[in-house]
């Protein structure tokens, strides 16, 4: 059966709120309290059976929010995601129980995904050996270090054989050897015609892996093409954004929220 992901129009919008009390306020009179923040506005895009495509974006652009979406790990605020095909993410401890061991979050995640008793016994030893964290699979999670997630969160995600792969920064930590076996496994699934989501802030890993790549911006998408389209364009706003102050840099997603929302008061303005 082939696969795809297609986004059509997402918006995942949260509240924030000044004080707990709000929060509660809120609950009572919806939408009288708190403040509407948009992490990703009004997405869409369609990714095939195959497409291996990079997430790119600065720090806040929405990567992470688009991976949560894409797993079905949080759901959107309006627009539709149609997934045909299991989706699975690595992202560092995503899905990940703290309270559980190794061990039990490889059973716990295989049942979730609706694997039998018999086939998590047989995919079991898999996990552990791509894991390779030894003596830690029988210790809680919490007694892990960011680098051990990260190559428990793989394992798993990739010896289940998703259709749909979704990398997120899972390769930013860990040893070259690890990151290695990662990338053999990654192009291993890119052969047989899987549809990864490479989430990175590593352009020269996104060039080598990717033949797309979705570039994020302020929570909208800024471009989607080739990896030959949208690279050098990023690039370039990344040499004059590292080239502002942290605190400019911070200041940046709002000018660009501020900007976004002036264009749409003069679009909708009669002529
Ligand atoms: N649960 C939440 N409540 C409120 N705001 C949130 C929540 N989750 C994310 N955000 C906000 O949404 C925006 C997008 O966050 P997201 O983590 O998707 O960005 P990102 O591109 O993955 O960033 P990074 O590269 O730093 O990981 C950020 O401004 C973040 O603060």
Redesign the pocket.
């Known amino acids: 059966m082939s696969h795809s992901v297609i986004f059509d129009k997402v918006t995942k919008k ?1 509240k ?1 709120y000044a004080k707990n009390s709000e929060k509660l306020l809120d609950i009572i009179f919806p939408d009288g309290y708190g403040e509407n ?1 948009y ?1 990703l506005q009004n997405i869409s895009f369609t990714a095939d059976q195959g497409d291996v495509i990079g997430v790119i ?10 991976s949560n979406l894409i797993t079905g790990v949080i759901p959107p605020t309006s627009g539709t995601i149609e997934i045909k095909g299991q989706a699975s993410l690595i992202a560092i401890a995503s899905g990940l129980n703290n309270e559980l061991t190794g061990r039990e979050n490889i059973e716990l995640k295989c049942l979730m995904l609706g694997f039998n008793k018999k086939e998590i016994r047989e995919l079991m030893p898999e996990i552990i050996d791509f894991a390779d964290i030894g003596k830690f699979i029988d210790q809680p999670v919490k007694s892990y270090s960011s680098g051990m997630k990260s190559r428990l969160g793989f394992a798993i995600s990739v010896n289940i054989d998703p259709d749909i792969l979704v990398i997120d ?1 899972a390769l930013s930590v860990g040893d070259q050897t690890f990151t290695d076996k990662c990338l053999d496994k990654m192009n291993e699934f890119k052969e047989k015609g899987k549809t990864i989501f490479f989430i990175s ?1 590593s352009i020269g890993q996104v060039k080598k892996f990717c033949q797309k790549a979705l570039w ?1 911006e302020a ?1 909208e998408v800024k471009a989607y093409g080739t990896i030959k389209e949208i690279i050098p364009q990023y690039e370039k706003f990344l040499k004059e954004f590292k080239a502002l102050s942290k605190e400019e840099q911070k200041n940046f997603k709002q000018l660009v929220l501020e900007k976004r929302s002036k264009l749409r008061e003069y679009e909708s303005q009669p002529n």
């Open positions: 949260y924030m923040f992490a974006g600065v720090n806040g652009a929405g990567k992470s929010t688009l920064e802030h994020l929570g």
